[in-house]
């Protein structure tokens, strides 16, 4: 790094560190008046109070992104950062209802149950019903789960422990403590400031996502973050297993591979196959199409299928007058992400 480019980096002094615990006071005070919207009409309000949340959080980014390395800045934040999450664990979800699919699925697991059988209305699982859980579960009338099997097992796995929601909540921000340990560990392998992670510690979006709402998505960011720091460390199989566990927790992850794949490696590829297939293996009593469970209803519930969910194909759309297929789309999206990760 030359000597300009070291000029423009601030030193820690008292300032920033007076200064981010200022920060952090305000942005604690705003998750504790913010968590008690309960009702749909409070979402206005709510939102209104994120979006103060949103600007301090983007002038801790700046402090974050402007300043040297410093352990008593990423110390102070990550402090904080825990303060910002247990402040909100102990209230009920307020953004989403699905924590309590979650549950019910390490219940009916429990039992014996394969969960991608029965809808939880369904009278095979009426022993398996309370007061607390089952009421609160989303689609319950007609959807059977859709959570790939490493989630499954993490939901059976979860609720030996316990059946509650704060508990859930709970392993879900200790995902994420594995998520920021990950993410210092790269940012020193590059000679980035520590601190750097605030910038995902400190997201309020994050923040009400997993210690409001206790989303599974925190699994698979933990396990992304893992696979970046195996092939960081140039780890073939475990680059692959590791991508594999995030893809079988949610999907979405897969798309890493052709950014994270080695030209003519067998190794990584091999072992995201085979890992995949034997997460798969106990739950195949129904069938390979049956573990997809509500994952086709669900994207065309969602607009996937027809394409409405997809913003640039919406743009493109109403640009060109044309029904563009949303199969087009997908394609074409499939290739822009192959050169780029050429």
Not at 125 to 131: F, G, M, S, W, Y
Not at 148 to 160: D, S
Not at 306 to 333: D, H, K, M
Request: charged fraction near 15%.
């Amino acid at each position: 790094m030359s000597e300009q480019s070291r000029a423009t980096f601030m030193p820690v002094s008292l300032k920033w560190t007076v200064t981010l615990s200022i920060l952090g006071v305000a942005m604690l005070v705003l998750f504790r008046v913010a968590v008690h919207a309960r009702h749909v009409p409070e979402i206005v309000w709510f939102l209104k109070l994120v979006l103060i949340q949103l600007l301090i959080y983007f002038g801790v980014a700046w402090l974050s992104l402007r300043t040297k390395d410093s352990h008593s800045i990423l110390l102070l934040g990550l402090i904080f950062a825990a303060l910002f999450r247990l402040s909100i664990l102990f209230s009920p979800p307020y953004l989403s209802d699905d924590i309590y699919r979650y549950i019910w699925d390490g219940r009916v697991q429990a039992a014996g149950v394969n969960p991608y059988r029965y809808i939880p209305a369904d009278e095979s699982l009426a022993k398996l019903r309370d007061d607390k859980i089952y009421p609160n579960i989303n689609r319950r009338d007609y959807a059977r789960t859709m959570y790939p099997p490493v989630a499954e097992g993490a939901f059976l796995l979860i609720t030996r422990f316990s059946e509650s929601v704060t508990w859930m909540k709970a392993i879900m921000v200790g995902c994420e403590a594995i998520t920021v340990w990950a993410l210092i560990q790269l940012l020193a392998s590059f000679g980035f400031a520590r601190q750097r992670v605030l910038i995902y510690a400190w997201h309020p979006l994050v923040i009400w996502e997993f210690a409001g709402s206790g989303h599974i998505d925190s699994l698979a960011i933990a396990f992304i973050l893992l696979t970046l720091l195996a092939r960081r460390k140039r780890s073939e199989i475990l680059t692959g297993f590791l991508l594999a566990c995030a893809t079988c927790v949610k999907f979405f992850p897969l798309v890493l591979f052709p950014a994270i794949y080695r030209r003519w490696s067998r190794k990584m590829p091999l072992a995201l196959a085979c890992t995949i297939l034997v997460t798969y293996m106990p739950y195949l009593s129904v069938g390979p199409l049956g573990t997809l469970g509500f994952l086709p209803g669900y994207a065309t519930e969602r607009g996937m299928v027809s394409g409405e969910q997809y913003f640039l194909l919406t743009v493109a759309r109403r640009l060109f007058t044309a029904n563009v297929p949303a199969s087009a789309y997908l394609i074409f999206a499939v290739v822009v992400l192959g050169v780029f990760s050429i």
